[in-house]
Structure formats: structure tokens, C-alpha cells
């Protein structure tokens, strides 16, 4: 009778270690991988975007660009190559969305 019960408790201690050590694992292997959001055109405020675009839904990708940035250096996307950015073009003058995106490129 004796050695019965040892063999439960090693087939339980065996079962225990089994869950603590597959859990963990299964975990790892079936959680969703998290991913930036792509924002398109059409996610956004119609208001924030060019009438011509608003309704685009595929990848909205930004042109080649050629700018002087505030030390006198030319930047271009190649300076971006295989790298996440996020581009905002606004008018320093503008007295009607600008102040708004400007908000919320400092809040990015």
C-alpha cells in the first residue's frame, strides 16, 4: 500500500512540474505578436488630410523628400533606410490645423 501512494505522489509531483514548465511555453508560443498600428488616410480626421487622399486605403506611403534641416544639412528619406520615423510637414504660419498637429507631434 505503501509504494502505491508514492507512485501517485510521484506521477502528481511529475504533473506539477510538467504544468509549471509547459504553461510558460505555450504562452510564449501562442501570444499574438504586437505590431505598430499603420495608420492610413482614411483613419484619420478627414479634416487633417488632402481631400485628394482622404479616402485611400492602401498603404499610404510618403514621396522621396529633400530637406535643409535646422543645421544647414540636407536630409532625405535614404537618411531613414530600414528605420521607423514619423514625418510631419506643416507651415509655421498656418493659423488653422497647424497648432493642432504640432500639439500632437509633440504628444508622439
Known amino acids: 500500500m505503501q509504494g502505491s501512494f508514492s ?5 502528481g509531483l511529475s504533473m506539477v ?3 509549471v514548465v509547459s504553461v510558460p511555453i505555450f504562452y510564449n508560443i501562442l501570444k499574438p505578436i504586437e505590431r505598430l498600428p499603420v495608420y492610413q488616410p482614411a483613419s484619420v480626421n478627414s479634416e487633417l488630410v488632402d481631400t485628394t487622399i482622404v479616402h485611400k486605403i492602401n498603404y499610404h ?3 522621396d523628400f529633400s530637406l535643409t534641416n535646422q543645421n544647414g544639412e540636407t536630409v532625405t528619406q535614404k537618411k531613414y533606410d530600414n ?3 514619423v ?3 506643416f507651415f509655421t504660419t498656418c493659423q488653422s490645423i497647424c497648432p493642432i498637429m504640432t500639439k500632437n507631434m509633440k504628444d508622439i
Open 83 to 85: 528605420k521607423i520615423y
Open 17 to 19: 512540474v510538467w504544468g
Open 87 to 89: 514625418a510631419d510637414f
Open 7 to 11: 507512485n501517485y505522489k510521484w506521477i
Open 61 to 63: 506611403k510618403i514621396s
